[in-house]
């Protein structure tokens, strides 16, 4: 088979392509088009690669998605959808042993305490199971494409006329919240600006050219300004387990001044970047980037007696988050948990 | 599997794969990465290891030129290999470049007949390797520079005149000061700020004082800038001429060479040169070991980001790191013992231990080694299987692989032990002590050579032959000294300048080449004069042409005074005869000085500069008894025309340590009378000055 062979070697090198991408970590790419990539991928291992039954094929998705994820740490989209998929697999291969949804679905105590002489074995292969994963993978890949449009809609029950609204930095899906809300209402936004990356100047613009009225400020005045806001409104990079985000450094402070003067804080965000870890010592999801921005390397004799750091991301716990906006509704943080175990099965939290 | 393209490779050259050369347009991005540094700057731990496979942050530093080049957008690279090239192409063919899946095809072209960087272009020309611009790097560049921006530069200048620009230089902004400058490697730039022209490139080499040539300012240049804020990244992207230039110009060996030729022929060749200055992404080329360390240091401090550890960009297992707060890199199964503190700016190689109450900062560990307890290391660089016993402090030092160090050594800063080396237990290393297992009288059979692949076979005897020195290693050591007693200072300083780099360099290190050098240079300056004299040539060109001279001969300065001083002076004599008087000799002195006072004038400027010209002077007279006389008339006429001024040569006259000749000299009764004369003088215009 010399045409499977070379689409073999071809998918070898679109995944080198793709790892080599996430590595670089250049260009800030959209967690959406992330997840589109990884599911893509996921799709043409499925289709091309070599596996019998389902249990083959989980291995072959987990162990491409290990070194998918390991990567680029910080991406946990891509961890998410490698999930996504393998709960793709699980059902498809439940369904056609007749087992029916809603059983597997119910998560009892009584099911957690037995759950472990229950292991499923998937060794029985059905020739139909290919079509089926990759057609359920399809439905995903649909899916992903209206989330943001599914969360901007809900932006009329969320923002009131003559509000103010504070954000920071860039976040496609806050733009277009605001954007969506702006076409019937009129409020004002603040953005801080989000030093030293300064995406807050992007976002600012690009929300004044839809005549919102907006204002950048600095990161140090978000606690000055934040009595005179009525919501705070955020996005993310990832949620984590316990309801407690991964977002642009500044933001844990913009949630604590949001905390102090009870100011609601809203986070935008898409089921797909609801990831099942825990925020754990290892620092995991941190990621530091070149100091450049922060003291420049031209400085001179100054950078050999000094450290320098740059990091992009911050945690913020759950306790300062009212309200997460997902494409399918509005969720408290407290309910975090039972959204992950309707989207990922428990097996696979680790990868 | 794509197709092996055998196409042209040097003799023995591994297997590589490629395109097929039939699908040309666009012409694949190559380059041409020189994984051999021709110098011997890192001996003598290169003598183990060529030093493209020296391990930075525990990675290879050809790996890091690699990833550079693969994340530009590289699809071809040539890699010219010559000392230890085996052991290069081993690594390569183990790491991920030659997978495959690599969107980077590596080609090896080894030789051990290339002595320098232009040896490697010739062959590039000869083998008509590169089809259109290439990048020339070589393998000891640590960059993350994103060169399309500077290509499309490139290019655009190369459509717009055609051919005119034939290479673009990329320099990284860093203030003077910046750790990741060395002394060695500093220059000096004038650049045409509106088109990034180069017009003028030197090295300063601890110079105070630079000299530009006139019209470098009087074209008709708008905004000339002149930089000293640049980092040279060694990172040029050349178009194929340059290998071309390189075969026309036999002389060209290294691509300092190549720049200072263009830039002196602009006008014969019609070539230009570029540069790129890039201020947010990194770029370094690791010449020495202070470069080194500044490097490692920059990598762990994530400057280089995405070049960074925990990264794994080699995508080697062993080599994965967890990133924690402070800089702190660790590996897998990393042991640290009870009580011991990584401070900050740390990395770990997998399977190293650590005892207790060790204090580790601002280190790189490598895969491995063993740590003992109480420990202190502080800037220290510990590569493969090191063993480091129990109360060792080292402080910014370098310790090979398999290298140990026993109970209670203390390593003073700029210390290194090359692999397999074994000191203590119980002494302290002073500063700058070098110790390897190669003996380093080795050195002086094999000096003449450019290159080192000599001598590597007769070590094994030579071992056996003599003993360990205890002393300079320790009671159970093993290892020779090199140059780092108290005995032989200038040695140690020699030495650590090479490694280290820290001192200005002097620029020839071969004594009798040097004085051969300036012979030729003292006769071709009194040839330029001499035909200036009989066609009547004016004096600027003469500076024009005794300063294209000086460059073409490397001479300094100081020495280029010296022998303009004895070549004027001596001129009388060679021009009518050996054995005049001093008489006759002064009346044909004087009117050539007269002619030559703007010649004197343009060299003689600083007060050093007079004191050196009056030294050439007392020379010139000490070699010539019977004209001694002159010395005041000539002195005299020195003086009234300005070019030398009473001060100094009050100053040289008062000057106490001279030879008994000297002292003779200054008794001549007519120079003392001189000199009383000009006391006078001077107390008459300071008595002047006070009315």
């Given at each position: 088979?010399?045409?499977?062979?070379?689409?073999?070697?071809?998918?070898?090198?679109?995944?080198?392509?793709?790892?080599?991408?996430?590595?670089?970590?250049?260009?800030?790419?959209?967690?959406?088009?992330?997840?589109?990539?990884?599911?893509?991928?996921?799709?043409?291992?499925?289709?091309?690669?070599?596996?019998?039954?389902?249990?083959?094929?989980?291995?072959?998705?987990?162990?491409?998605?290990?070194?998918?994820?390991?990567?680029?740490?910080?991406?946990?989209?891509?961890?998410?959808?490698?999930?996504?998929?393998?709960?793709?697999?699980?059902?498809?291969?439940?369904?056609?042993?007749?087992?029916?949804?809603?059983?597997?679905?119910?998560?009892?105590?009584?099911?957690?305490?037995?759950?472990?002489?229950?292991?499923?074995?998937?060794?029985?292969?059905?020739?139909?199971?290919?079509?089926?994963?990759?057609?359920?993978?399809?439905?995903?890949?649909?899916?992903?494409?209206?989330?943001?449009?599914?969360?901007?809609?809900?932006?009329?029950?969320?923002?009131?006329?003559?509000?103010?609204?504070?954000?920071?930095?860039?976040?496609?899906?806050?733009?277009?919240?605001?954007?969506?809300?702006?076409?019937?209402?009129?409020?004002?936004?603040?953005?801080?600006?989000?030093?030293?990356?300064?995406?807050?100047?992007?976002?600012?613009?690009?929300?004044?050219?839809?005549?919102?009225?907006?204002?950048?400020?600095?990161?140090?005045?978000?606690?000055?300004?934040?009595?005179?806001?009525?919501?705070?409104?955020?996005?993310?990079?990832?949620?984590?387990?316990?309801?407690?985000?991964?977002?642009?450094?500044?933001?844990?402070?913009?949630?604590?001044?949001?905390?102090?003067?009870?100011?609601?804080?809203?986070?935008?965000?898409?089921?797909?970047?609801?990831?099942?870890?825990?925020?754990?010592?290892?620092?995991?999801?941190?990621?530091?980037?070149?100091?450049?921005?922060?003291?420049?390397?031209?400085?001179?004799?100054?950078?050999?007696?000094?450290?320098?750091?740059?990091?992009?991301?911050?945690?913020?716990?759950?306790?300062?988050?009212?309200?997460?906006?997902?494409?399918?509704?509005?969720?408290?943080?407290?309910?975090?948990?039972?959204?992950?175990?309707?989207?990922?099965?428990?097996?696979?939290?680790?990868? | 599997?794509?197709?092996?393209?055998?196409?042209?490779?040097?003799?023995?050259?591994?297997?590589?794969?490629?395109?097929?050369?039939?699908?040309?347009?666009?012409?694949?991005?190559?380059?041409?990465?020189?994984?051999?540094?021709?110098?011997?700057?890192?001996?003598?731990?290169?003598?183990?290891?060529?030093?493209?496979?020296?391990?930075?942050?525990?990675?290879?530093?050809?790996?890091?030129?690699?990833?550079?080049?693969?994340?530009?957008?590289?699809?071809?690279?040539?890699?010219?290999?010559?000392?230890?090239?085996?052991?290069?192409?081993?690594?390569?063919?183990?790491?991920?470049?030659?997978?495959?899946?690599?969107?980077?095809?590596?080609?090896?072209?080894?030789?051990?007949?290339?002595?320098?960087?232009?040896?490697?272009?010739?062959?590039?020309?000869?083998?008509?390797?590169?089809?259109?611009d290439?990048?020339?790097?070589?393998?000891?560049?640590?960059?993350?520079f994103?060169i399309?921006a500077a290509l499309e530069e490139h290019k655009l200048r190369r459509k717009m005149e055609?051919?005119v620009s034939v290479m673009t230089m990329i320099f990284k902004e860093?203030?003077?000061?910046?750790?990741?400058?060395?002394?060695?490697?500093?220059i000096v730039i004038a650049m045409d700020s509106a088109t990034n022209r180069v017009l003028h490139y030197?090295?300063?080499?601890?110079?105070?004082?630079?000299?530009?040539?006139?019209?470098l300012?009087?074209n008709?240049i708008e905004n000339v800038e002149v930089r000293?804020d640049l980092?040279d990244c060694?990172i040029s992207i050349c178009s194929?001429?340059?290998?071309?230039?390189?075969?026309?110009?036999?002389?060209?060996?290294?691509?300092?060479?190549?720049v200072?030729?263009l830039l002196?022929?602009e006008?014969?060749?019609?070539n230009q040169i570029h540069m790129h200055v890039t201020t947010?992404?990194?770029?370094?080329?690791?010449?020495?070991?202070?470069?080194?360390?500044?490097?490692?240091?920059?990598?762990?401090?994530?400057?280089?980001?995405?070049?960074?550890?925990?990264?794994?960009?080699?995508?080697?297992?062993?080599?994965?790191?967890?990133?924690?707060?402070?800089?702190?890199?660790?590996?897998?199964?990393?042991?640290?013992?009870?009580?011991?503190?990584?401070?900050?700016?740390?990395?770990?190689?997998?399977?190293?231990?650590?005892?207790?109450?060790?204090?580790?900062?601002?280190?790189?560990?490598?895969?491995?080694?063993?740590?003992?307890?109480?420990?202190?290391?502080?800037?220290?660089?510990?590569?493969?299987?090191?063993?480091?016993?129990?109360?060792?402090?080292?402080?910014?030092?370098?310790?090979?692989?398999?290298?140990?160090?026993?109970?209670?050594?203390?390593?003073?800063?700029?210390?290194?032990?090359?692999?397999?080396?074994?000191?203590?237990?119980?002494?302290?290393?002073?500063?700058?002590?070098?110790?390897?297992?190669?003996?380093?009288?080795?050195?002086?059979?094999?000096?003449?050579?450019?290159?080192?692949?000599?001598?590597?076979?007769?070590?094994?005897?030579?071992?056996?032959?003599?003993?360990?020195?205890?002393?300079?290693?320790?009671?159970?050591?093993?290892?020779?000294?090199?140059?780092?007693?108290?005995?032989?200072?200038?040695?140690?300083?020699?030495?650590?300048?090479?490694?280290?780099?820290?001192?200005?360099?002097?620029?020839?290190?071969?004594?009798?080449?040097?004085?051969?050098?300036?012979?030729?240079?003292?006769?071709?300056?009194?040839?330029?004069?001499?035909?200036?004299?009989?066609?009547?040539?004016?004096?600027?060109?003469?500076?024009?042409?005794?300063?294209?001279?000086?460059?073409?001969?490397?001479?300094?300065?100081?020495?280029?005074?010296?022998?303009?001083?004895?070549?004027?002076?001596?001129?009388?004599?060679?021009?009518?005869?050996?054995?005049?008087?001093?008489?006759?000799?002064?009346?044909?002195?004087?009117?050539?000085?007269?002619?030559?006072?703007?010649?004197?004038?343009?060299?003689?400027?600083?007060?050093?500069?007079?004191?050196?010209?009056?030294?050439?002077?007392?020379?010139?007279?000490?070699?010539?008894?019977?004209?001694?006389?002159?010395?005041?008339?000539?002195?005299?006429?020195?003086?009234?025309?300005?070019?030398?001024?009473?001060?100094?040569?009050?100053?040289?006259?008062?000057?106490?340590?001279?030879?008994?000749?000297?002292?003779?000299?200054?008794?001549?009764?007519?120079?003392?009378?001189?000199?009383?004369?000009?006391?006078?003088?001077?107390?008459?215009?300071?008595?002047?000055?006070?009315?």
């Amino acid at each position: 088979m010399p045409g499977a062979a070379e689409r073999g070697a071809e998918l070898r090198e679109q995944m080198e392509a793709f790892v080599a991408r996430l590595r670089g970590g250049g260009g800030r790419p959209r967690s959406e088009d992330t997840a589109r990539h990884t599911l893509a991928l996921l799709r043409k291992i499925i289709a091309h690669g070599h596996w019998g039954s389902a249990g083959e094929l989980m291995e072959l998705i987990r162990a491409e998605g290990r070194r998918m994820a390991a990567a680029q740490p910080s991406e946990t989209t891509v961890g998410n959808m490698v999930r996504r998929v393998l709960k793709v697999i699980r059902e498809e291969y439940g369904r056609l042993r007749g087992r029916s949804e809603e059983s597997d679905q119910q998560e009892s105590l009584h099911k957690l305490l037995t759950s472990g002489g229950l292991n499923e074995d998937f060794n029985t292969s059905y020739p139909t199971l290919k079509a089926n994963v990759i057609e359920a993978i399809n439905e995903l890949l649909i899916e992903l494409e209206g989330t943001t449009d599914n969360i901007a809609m809900q932006a009329l029950e969320h923002i009131h006329s003559n509000e103010v609204i504070m954000t920071i930095g860039y976040s496609r899906t806050v733009e277009a919240f605001l954007k969506e809300a702006a076409r019937k209402r009129k409020f004002q936004v603040i953005v801080a600006e989000c030093a030293p990356f300064c995406q807050g100047h992007e976002m600012a613009v690009r929300l004044s050219k839809e005549n919102i009225e907006t204002t950048v400020m600095s990161d140090a005045a978000i606690f000055a300004v934040m009595s005179r806001v009525n919501k705070v409104i955020i996005g993310t990079k990832t949620i984590l387990a316990n309801g407690a985000l991964i977002a642009v450094s500044g933001t844990h402070t913009l949630a604590l001044a949001a905390k102090h003067h009870s100011t609601p804080l809203i986070v935008c965000a898409p089921m797909f970047k609801l990831s099942p870890q825990f925020p754990n010592e290892e620092d995991s999801f941190h990621k530091f980037v070149s100091p450049q921005e922060v003291l420049p390397f031209t400085e001179g004799e100054i950078l050999a007696k000094i450290n320098v750091h740059c990091p992009v991301f911050d945690y913020v716990p759950p306790e300062l988050i009212t309200l997460f906006i997902s494409n399918i509704g509005g969720n408290a943080p407290s309910y975090i948990y039972r959204l992950m175990s309707e989207l990922y099965h428990p097996d696979d939290y680790e990868l | 599997m794509a197709a092996r393209g055998a196409a042209r490779r040097g003799a023995g050259a591994g297997p590589g794969r490629g395109p097929d050369p039939q699908e040309e347009p666009p012409p694949p991005l190559q380059a041409v990465l020189v994984a051999d540094s021709f110098n011997r700057r890192f001996f003598p731990i290169s003598k183990d290891r060529p030093r493209a496979l020296l391990p930075m942050a525990n990675v290879a530093m050809i790996d890091y030129t690699l990833e550079f080049l693969t994340a530009t957008g590289v699809e071809e690279t040539f890699v010219f290999c010559c000392w230890k090239s085996a052991e290069i192409k081993e690594h390569l063919q183990k790491s991920k470049w030659c997978r495959h899946t690599s969107p980077n095809t590596v080609r090896f072209v080894t030789s051990d007949l290339y002595r320098s960087l232009g040896d490697v272009l010739r062959d590039v020309d000869a083998k008509s390797l590169v089809r259109s611009d290439f990048i020339l790097v070589t393998g000891d560049v640590v960059s993350n520079f994103n060169i399309s921006a500077a290509l499309e530069e490139h290019k655009l200048r190369r459509k717009m005149e055609k051919n005119v620009s034939v290479m673009t230089m990329i320099f990284k902004e860093s203030s003077p000061g910046h750790h990741a400058r060395c002394k060695e490697d500093d220059i000096v730039i004038a650049m045409d700020s509106a088109t990034n022209r180069v017009l003028h490139y030197q090295r300063t080499q601890g110079l105070k004082r630079f000299r530009f040539p006139m019209n470098l300012f009087q074209n008709s240049i708008e905004n000339v800038e002149v930089r000293h804020d640049l980092l040279d990244c060694h990172i040029s992207i050349c178009s194929p001429q340059v290998a071309e230039l390189f075969t026309d110009n036999f002389d060209y060996q290294t691509r300092d060479d190549f720049v200072r030729g263009l830039l002196v022929n602009e006008e014969v060749l019609g070539n230009q040169i570029h540069m790129h200055v890039t201020t947010e992404e990194y770029g370094a080329h690791i010449c020495n070991l202070l470069m080194y360390e500044a490097v490692c240091s920059d990598i762990i401090r994530r400057w280089v980001y995405p070049l960074t550890p925990e990264m794994n960009f080699t995508d080697d297992e062993n080599q994965s790191y967890t990133h924690s707060k402070h800089n702190i890199y660790r590996g897998v199964d990393v042991s640290l013992g009870h009580g011991s503190v990584l401070e900050e700016n740390v990395l770990i190689g997998q399977g190293t231990v650590v005892g207790s109450n060790c204090s580790i900062t601002n280190s790189v560990i490598g895969q491995n080694c063993k740590i003992g307890d109480k420990v202190v290391l502080d800037g220290a660089f510990l590569w493969d299987n090191v063993q480091i016993a129990d109360n060792v402090e080292i402080f910014h030092s370098v310790v090979c692989d398999n290298a140990e160090v026993k109970e209670e050594v203390k390593l003073k800063p700029h210390c290194v032990l090359s692999s397999q080396v074994v000191v203590g237990p119980g002494i302290t290393l002073s500063e700058g002590t070098v110790i390897s297992l190669h003996p380093p009288d080795e050195e002086e059979e094999d000096d003449d050579q450019f290159s080192d692949d000599s001598g590597v076979n007769k070590e094994e005897n030579k071992v056996k032959l003599k003993g360990y020195n205890k002393k300079d290693v320790g009671s159970e050591g093993k290892g020779y000294l090199w140059k780092a007693d108290d005995k032989n200072e200038e040695d140690e300083e020699e030495q650590r300048q090479s490694l280290w780099g820290k001192e200005e360099i002097c620029a020839l290190p071969w004594p009798n080449y040097l004085s051969f050098l300036s012979l030729v240079f003292q006769n071709e300056v009194l040839g330029t004069l001499q035909r200036g004299e009989e066609e009547n040539i004016s004096c600027d060109n003469l500076v024009l042409e005794i300063n294209s001279l000086k460059y073409a001969y490397n001479i300094g300065l100081k020495e280029m005074m010296q022998v303009l001083s004895k070549v004027i002076l001596e001129f009388p004599l060679q021009q009518l005869d050996a054995n005049l008087d001093s008489q006759n000799y002064f009346s044909a002195l004087l009117p050539l000085l007269k002619n030559w006072t703007p010649l004197f004038k343009n060299y003689i400027k600083r007060a050093s500069d007079h004191l050196n010209a009056l030294f050439a002077i007392e020379e010139f007279f000490l070699e010539h008894d019977s004209l001694c006389t002159s010395i005041a008339k000539v002195l005299m006429t020195f003086y009234q025309l300005e070019i030398l001024e009473e001060d100094v040569i009050l100053n040289w006259f008062s000057l106490r340590d001279t030879s008994d000749k000297g002292k003779q000299l200054r008794k001549n009764q007519r120079l003392q009378k001189f000199i009383q004369w000009l006391e006078e003088a001077e107390e008459e215009s300071s008595d002047g000055d006070q009315d």
